[in-house]
């Protein structure tokens, strides 16, 4: 069974950054590794992607603000966010799907707050 660990959450005005990081309990391969939010009455979705070979996606909504990347050899995942905006509140949750089979796990979530 793995288990992702988020951190880096928190309060922040607008405009300031936060850096968050996602590590799995156990070492494993992983096709693909993203960052998803939820905000208060909204629908889960995702911010970030990052695919086996480096290859990015962003929401339109965060694209030249955030960067995700990723660590192989610790299966970390990290999502730097920066002039962060009140719209970007929400519970940030990691999601990762291994290789071979595609299954998939999710964090317990972390909470990023920006007051405007």
């Known amino acids: 069974q793995v288990q992702l660990v988020e951190s880096g959450g928190g309060l922040v005005q607008a405009g300031g950054s936060l850096r968050l990081s996602c590590v799995a309990s156990v070492r494993v391969i992983t096709r693909t590794m993203g960052w998803y939010r939820q905000a208060d009455g909204k629908q889960r979705e995702l911010v970030a992607h990052?695919?086996?070979?480096?290859?990015?996606n962003y929401a339109d909504s965060v694209k030249g603000r955030f960067t995700i990347s990723r660590e192989n050899a610790k299966t970390t995942v990290y999502l730097q966010m920066n002039s962060l905006k009140a719209e970007d509140t929400a519970v940030y949750y990691c999601?990762?799907?291994?290789?071979?089979?595609?299954?998939?796990?999710w964090g317990q979530g972390t909470q990023v707050t920006v007051s405007s």
């Open positions: 999601n990762i799907e291994i290789w071979p089979s595609g299954k998939a796990y």
């Open positions: 990052i695919d086996a070979g480096g290859s990015t």
